[in-house]
């Protein structure tokens, strides 16, 4: 590291033989002073394409180790700053000279395409010593590339003889299914790839090698396209129980993971009336689309494999690379992004294999939320991999009733948007956070409906919903409660207890209404004089007016009159109301 030249090597040496060296720029004010921390280097190292920042090496050429107290046993910790404030996850390392002089040194990965870090909203690139604001012109050009067709470059030195001959007979079996082609089946192995491009001007892609070349071509020339599997028989435990090694060409490699995935497999029975289904843990659809994205969309020039992990009530895929340009977790469902693996993902398509383009996370969100387990987990994701997070856990056994029955009975079948919005709103997700088109059209279809009024107004699910599920009682609690209510219950309180304080009114109705909402009911009835009051601020004490006192009680002796005048005409009596109970029962 001694010899490495800090602009031609894309290395940075600082002394900080004190361990003092800002993280992210503390008290200074200056913005260039600012600028020169631990994070300010890691965002423009990063944005250069990557590099390494290394402490308790003199600056000055020639570079002199003198060691370093910077983060002293604290490495750990120094990387999941930097990701929590960057999301650039940087390998950190100690090193040690002959003279026991440690050197910390930590290695920043460069940039996805087309993607920009910025320092306090400033994007930054060393100049020298100085770390300042990169050109607009380069911003512009960042932000403006598109990520090359990785599957689509050729592989030198590959032959047609290094594919794996069972793998290409898949391939033709694939194609000629989905496409309707018998045809296909009789063409020669060479002109059946040449006709997915596969083989282009005779030389064969990285596409091929992957879907196609033997297992021993594949560790040869690309051993990151392997998948590991790892099973996990809790989620706490850091060693795994069983591990396997997929590196057979994907077209033979698919049916054996999810084979494997379904040894540990198992299903809810679930039953209401005439609907009668299983749901399994893993559903096989979501699982192998969620494995064909990982090994469409991944970044192969990255030196990670594909790892799946899998417990007994979650299973989470991870995969090389963030999400394709143009792809966030707020639009995941919505946006129509260019793969990043685009042969690769066509060949997939075409002969079956995944949905076509944009169908497949669609297709994971829709089956997982459809089987009351919840939306699939996409949130550990950054720039670096993607991570998706599945649950075996049937968390609502009547949402997955009441969507089965829904989807049987429409002839419009409800998209996944749709159902995402329901079960959203099962889960309590406030109004604001949902899509208002989506809840007008579900309201008009009388699948939900609005609950209070005005600001406080909030979408729940229909009757329909509830007396489906049997869930008759849920649906009455979560009724607002209203304004004869609200006066019945304040006056038996006032009738027991004679006076009450503000607070004990918020207390009375705290299941159902804000502190707001009562304190303007409560200003409503002192105004129309139903209550009273004495005192002021904190002490004011609330009584019922002395003329709702002797309306309750005109109230309360014309219904005791009524009674009595019932009972001297033989219309009330005990007789009767038994009666009249067994009628009900019957």
Not at 98 to 110: D, E
Not at 192 to 210: E, R, S, V
Not at 308 to 326: D, E, H, M, R, V
């Amino acid at each position: 590291m001694l010899l490495y030249k800090e602009t031609e090597d894309k290395v940075e040496f600082k002394e900080a033989k004190g361990g003092n060296f800002s993280f992210n720029g503390g008290n200074r004010t200056d913005p260039k002073e600012r600028r020169r921390c631990i994070i300010g280097y890691v965002i423009a190292f990063a944005n250069e394409g990557g590099g390494k920042l290394a402490f308790g090496i003199h600056d000055k050429h020639p570079h002199k180790v003198v060691g370093t107290n910077q983060c002293l046993n604290e490495i750990g910790k120094l990387e999941q700053d930097i990701y929590r404030e960057t999301k650039i996850r940087v390998d950190v390392e100690e090193l040690f000279d002959s003279n026991n002089n440690r050197v910390l040194v930590l290695s920043i990965p460069g940039r996805p395409p087309g993607k920009v870090y910025k320092f306090e909203d400033v994007p930054l690139m060393r100049i020298g010593e100085e770390l300042l604001a990169m050109s607009d012109e380069q911003h512009i050009k960042i932000i403006q590339e598109q990520e090359p067709d990785f599957s689509q470059t050729i592989c030198v030195g590959l032959s047609i003889n290094d594919l794996d001959p069972q793998a290409i007979v898949r391939m033709k079996e694939a194609y000629s299914k989905k496409q309707d082609n018998p045809l296909f089946l009789t063409l020669e192995s060479k002109q059946a790839l040449t006709d997915l491009h596969l083989i282009n001007n005779n030389k064969i892609t990285y596409a091929a090698l992957i879907l196609l070349a033997k297992e021993e071509v594949i560790k040869k020339y690309l051993p990151q396209s392997s998948i590991y599997l790892e099973y996990r028989n809790d989620a706490g435990q850091i060693t795994f129980d069983d591990r396997y090694l997929f590196s057979k060409p994907y077209f033979l490699a698919v049916d054996e993971l999810w084979n494997v995935i379904n040894l540990r497999n198992s299903k809810v029975p679930v039953q209401e009336g005439p609907y009668i289904f299983d749901i399994p843990y893993f559903n096989k659809e979501v699982i192998r689309e969620a494995i064909n994205n990982a090994i469409a969309h991944r970044d192969y020039r990255r030196t990670s494999e594909v790892v799946i992990k899998q417990y007994p009530q979650a299973l989470y895929i991870i995969s090389p690379g963030g999400f394709p340009i143009g792809v966030s977790l707020k639009n995941l469902l919505t946006v129509s992004s260019t793969p990043r693996n685009r042969l690769l993902a066509d060949v997939l398509a075409k002969t079956g294999i995944v949905e076509r383009s944009g169908q497949g996370v669609d297709k994971i969100f829709y089956q997982s939320i459809s089987e009351g387990k919840g939306a699939p987990d996409y949130s550990s994701s950054d720039d670096f991999q993607v991570q998706l997070g599945l649950s075996s856990i049937v968390k609502d056994r009547a949402f997955a009733l009441f969507i089965t029955k829904l989807q049987q009975e429409r002839a419009d079948k409800l998209s996944v948007q749709e159902i995402l919005f329901l079960d959203a709103i099962r889960e309590g997700k406030a109004k604001e956070d949902l899509e208002k088109a989506i809840g007008e059209k579900l309201f008009n279809e009388g699948l939900i409906e609005k609950v209070g009024k005005t600001k406080r107004q909030q979408w729940r699910l229909s009757k329909s919903y509830y007396s489906f599920t049997n869930k008759e009682a849920d649906y009455t609690k979560n009724t607002p409660i209203d304004d004869s209510f609200v006066l019945m219950k304040i006056g038996q309180y006032l009738k027991s207890f004679n006076r009450a304080k503000m607070g004990k009114f918020v207390e009375l109705f705290e299941d159902h209404l804000t502190r707001d909402q009562v304190k303007t009911i409560v200003y409503r009835l002192s105004a129309t004089r139903y209550l009273d009051y004495s005192g002021k601020g904190t002490g004011r004490e609330y009584f019922l007016a002395k003329t709702t006192v002797n309306t309750n009680r005109l109230m309360e002796r014309a219904i005791q009159v009524g009674i009595e005048e019932l009972r001297k005409r033989g219309e009330l009596s005990i007789e009767v109301l038994k009666n009249e109970k067994e009628s009900e029962v019957k």
